[in-house]
């Protein structure tokens, strides 16, 4: 079965300082993989997204991914954390041609401290 | 841009009673899900439904639940004997269908099970 780990519940990061929520998914071939956003009260909205086109994903917000096969990662960053940038963090994955259903990590709650 | 929209925002029922969650996905959308996120816990999956029938379903998703997409725009839910621990935040989602095409999420249904 699909898992998908997300290392660290709860990040705290000062306000200009770089984000790095990390993400490690287990698969024998590589999956499509996603980044969520949640802000309080919220639906989850998609940042960015990798299918093995580049490896490295660009996303809204200033957010990048960089898929890593050799370490099955998917870790996301952020160069300089905004105020606003304070979310919860989601990653998910779906492998190909076995079925519909998207597996999601248990999520990371991103803290700016100003 | 096209959005899923989830009605109510907000549901409050008794204890035993039924519920239906409504959503109206994407309209040249192919795939919908209905997920679930107990109070600042994981997404997890419920359901897929893809032309016309359920495709992959989880554990959560037993005889109490089903879904019905009634007219081609209405995707619903329906909880049949609602228990307290059913209190949470229900989110459909829809995708397009091609490969790696990302879910999008409405903002979601709080059921709150008295």
């Known amino acids: 079965a699909q898992s998908v780990t997300q290392l660290g519940s709860h990040v705290s990061v000062s306000e200009g300082a770089l984000v790095l929520l990390r993400c490690n998914y287990s698969?024998?071939?590589?999956?499509?993989l996603f980044w969520y956003v949640q802000y309080p009260n919220q639906g989850l909205q998609l940042l960015l997204k990798?299918?093995?086109?580049?490896?490295l994903v660009k996303g809204i917000n200033g957010f990048e991914a960089e898929f890593k096969k050799s370490e099955t990662s998917f870790h996301l960053t952020k160069p300089s954390a905004h105020m606003s940038d304070a979310a919860e963090y989601f990653c998910?994955?779906?492998?190909?041609?076995?079925?519909?259903?998207?597996?999601f990590g248990t999520g990371t709650s991103l803290t700016v401290i100003p | 841009e096209p959005e899923v929209t989830q009605t109510p925002s907000h549901q409050v029922t008794q204890m035993g009673q039924e519920v239906i969650l409504r959503c109206v996905p994407i309209?040249?959308?192919?795939?919908f899900y209905w997920y679930r996120q107990i109070l600042g816990q994981k997404v997890e999956f419920l359901v897929s439904?893809?032309?016309?029938?359920?495709?992959?379903k989880s554990e959560i998703f037993d005889d109490q639940f089903s879904v019905e997409r009634p007219d081609g725009s209405n995707f619903t839910l329906k909880i049949r004997s609602t228990k307290l621990e059913d209190s949470a935040m229900y989110f459909c989602?829809?995708?397009?269908?091609?490969?790696?095409?990302?879910?999008?999420f409405g903002n979601g249904t709080r059921l709150t099970v008295t």
């Open positions: 439904f893809y032309n016309n029938e359920i495709s992959e």
């Open positions: 990798y299918t093995s086109a580049a490896t």
């Open positions: 309209s040249n959308h192919l795939y």
């Open positions: 998910a994955v779906r492998p190909p041609n076995t079925g519909n259903q998207f597996y």
């Open positions: 989602a829809s995708r397009p269908g091609q490969g790696g095409s990302p879910l999008h």
């Open positions: 698969s024998s071939v590589p999956p499509y």
